[in-house]
């Protein structure tokens, strides 16, 4: 199997090259050229390994110039019990809510309680095993924009990995105080946390130029070092996430919820746009979907394009209680754009240039179409974020973060509106912990005024009696060791400057 750039169809490479690059050249994504099928006779395979199990036989048919040992190597050390609370990494929990059997993917068992940690607690594997196939002896610098979560994420994945530098970069304002807190007390001596003054959008676009901007490559290239991302816009970020929404499927099915070769419906809480693409792959690849329903917050950008075909970024950007999904610029959706073109370079190349020089562009008749048949596309409100948390909280005692609410509150109002009842699997992106003062909040129906972190998760899991996941539980007593504030126009200074490059 081989990938192609979004933007350039004469850019082939293989899947080391596109995880080792991260980015392609052009500045397009890297897909893969086909889509492997599972049919019922591969789903009955699958229903009877375990998480692993299925996710190396999944990771197997894309990477095809990894061997199966590699591969095996990759996720035995990233999805252990030890790291992820179990030996499922990714288990769904029901719940009654309004009488609706809710199924709840937890996606927030790992190590920095985020479902970034899915696919970066086994990105690094398989980033030093494709530099070793393809950049001999070069060192990967890893560049991530963050809005919370993928930083912590990235920077616990990788500290200490060999070969590799990591640099995070986070909107000063844009993150929660334990998101915040989380980062600046990584370990490791190949870490650097930098926050910048603006938003999410600005520092994604600033690591994008550092990527592009050949003046900074070359200088690296120079001294033996190599960029890569650890950006949902690198293709071994969005692998392992099809895995569970596979992996869910067959767990479905398992507990008699659906049968095999029945549909599911799919909620996701999006920003960027990768974990539901993730899940339109697992679609691709043949597993039954009816649809994908695309939840947002205020920021409802994607909720627009869905329901018109236009995406138009220009437009307050609103600090949300959901700050993961604070974002304008949803990067993967040129993957689904150029997939749903027929694979139409010049067309995505066309809609990108217009998105970068007029933050708009209008899609096709066919590709708008295909959008609306597959997605639906709902947003909610702050007040309905907290009212959602509260009445889950009251009526079904089950505690949601700000981000999981946003997905069961627009999966609520799509209920009411097409009375679909397909069993629906809603991914839960975060542990409530993450965002205890909107939380705490929600629950005792009025602000929280304290300004202790760590106060509000006492007094939470006080209230709710909900343990504090261990690993942020062990940043209490923690100090902060990053603190660096600069402008987006400073960004490459910055990164050559940690390098030791000037
Ligand atoms: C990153 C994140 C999201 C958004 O996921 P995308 O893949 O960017 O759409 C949602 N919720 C949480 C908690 C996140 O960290």
């Given at each position: ?13 293989s ?10 050249r052009?500045?397009g994504?890297?897909?893969p050229?086909?889509?492997p099928k599972?049919?019922g006779v591969?789903?009955e395979?699958?229903?009877k390994?375990d998480?692993r ?9 894309y990477?095809?110039?990894f061997?199966a ?9 990233a999805?252990?019990a030890?790291?992820?609370g179990?030996d499922?990494?990714a ?5 009654d ?7 709840i993917?937890?996606?927030w ?7 970034k940690d ?6 690094p ?8 196939k393809?950049?001999?002896?070069k ?13 912590k ?6 500290k200490?990995?060999?070969?590799t ?6 909107p ?5 105080p334990m998101?915040?807190h989380?980062?600046n007390?990584?370990?490791?001596n190949?870490?650097?946390?930098c926050?910048i003054?603006?938003n999410?959008?600005d520092?994604?676009t ?6 592009t ?6 200088s ?9 991302s650890?950006?949902s816009i690198?293709w071994?970020r969005?692998?392992?996430?099809i ?5 869910a499927?067959c767990?479905?099915?398992n507990?008699g919820?659906?049968?095999l070769?029945?549909?599911?419906n799919?909620v ?7 974990n539901?693409l993730?899940a ?8 039954p979907?009816?649809k ?6 205020s ?22 209680v959901?700050p993961?999904m ?11 754009l ?9 067309e995505t ?12 562009y ?10 609306t048949?597959?997605?639906s596309?709902g947003?909610c409100?702050?007040?309905?974020t907290?009212?959602?948390?509260a009445s889950?909280y ?5 505690l949601?973060d ?5 997905a069961v ?17 809603i ?18 129906g009025?602000e929280v005024t304290?300004?202790?972190?760590f106060?509000i998760?006492?007094r939470m ?10 690993p942020l ?11 660096d ?6 960004m490459?200074?910055y990164?050559?400057s ?5």
């Open positions: 199997m081989m990938y192609t750039s979004t933007q350039n169809n004469n850019e082939s490479v899947s080391a090259q596109a995880i080792a690059q991260g980015i392609s052009d500045g994504l890297f897909v050229d086909t889509f599972y049919d591969t789903f395979t699958l229903l390994l998480y199990e299925r996710a190396k036989k999944i990771l197997s048919d990477l095809t110039d061997t040992e590699e591969i095996a190597d990759c996720v035995d050390k999805y252990t030890e790291k992820f179990s499922n990494p288990p769904i929990v029901s719940v809510y309004k009488n609706t059997e809710l199924n993917l937890e996606l068992h790992g190590p920095t309680c985020a479902f899915m696919a970066l607690q086994i990105l594997h398989l980033l030093t095993k494709s530099l070793k393809t950049a001999d002896g060192k990967a610098v890893i560049l991530v924009a963050t809005s919370g979560d993928t930083g994420a990235a920077l616990e994945g990788f200490d990995v060999e070969n530098e990591i640099i995070v970069f986070y000063s304002d844009g993150v929660s998101q915040k989380q980062m007390t990584t370990g490791g190949n870490v650097g946390v926050a003054k603006g999410f959008d520092a994604q600033g690591v994008k130029n550092i990527f901007t050949d003046e900074v490559i070359d690296l290239e120079k001294n033996g070092l190599m960029f890569s650890a950006n690198n071994g969005l692998l392992p996430q895995v569970y929404y596979v992996s499927y767990d479905m099915v507990a919820k659906i049968k070769g029945d549909k599911i799919i996701v809480p999006t920003g960027n746009f990768g539901i993730a339109y792959f697992a679609y691709s690849m043949g597993m979907v009816n994908l329903i695309c939840a947002s917050n920021n409802n950008v994607l909720t627009d394009f869905i329901n018109s075909g236009v995406y138009n970024k220009n437009r307050d950007f609103i600090t949300t959901s993961s604070d974002i304008l610029v949803s990067s993967n959706l040129e993957r689904l150029y997939i749903l073109s027929g694979r139409n370079d010049a190349k066309k809609y990108m240039t217009a998105l970068k020089t007029q933050g708009e209008a899609v096709s008749e066919n590709i708008k179409n295909v959008v048949e597959m997605f596309g947003y409100s702050e007040d309905e907290l009212d959602t948390i889950l009251e009526n079904s005692n089950y949601c700000t981000h999981t609410a946003v509150n627009v999966y609520d109002k799509y209920l009411s509106e097409t009375g679909d009842n397909t069993p629906a699997v991914a839960s992106t975060a542990s409530p912990y993450k965002f205890s003062r909107a939380v705490l909040s929600a629950v005792e009025q304290d300004t202790d972190e106060a998760v006492d899991n006080d209230k709710t009696g909900v343990a504090i996941p261990a539980e062990a940043t209490r007593t923690m100090d902060d060791r990053f603190s504030v600069i402008d987006p126009a400073d490459p200074q990164v050559l940690s390098l030791g490059l000037k």
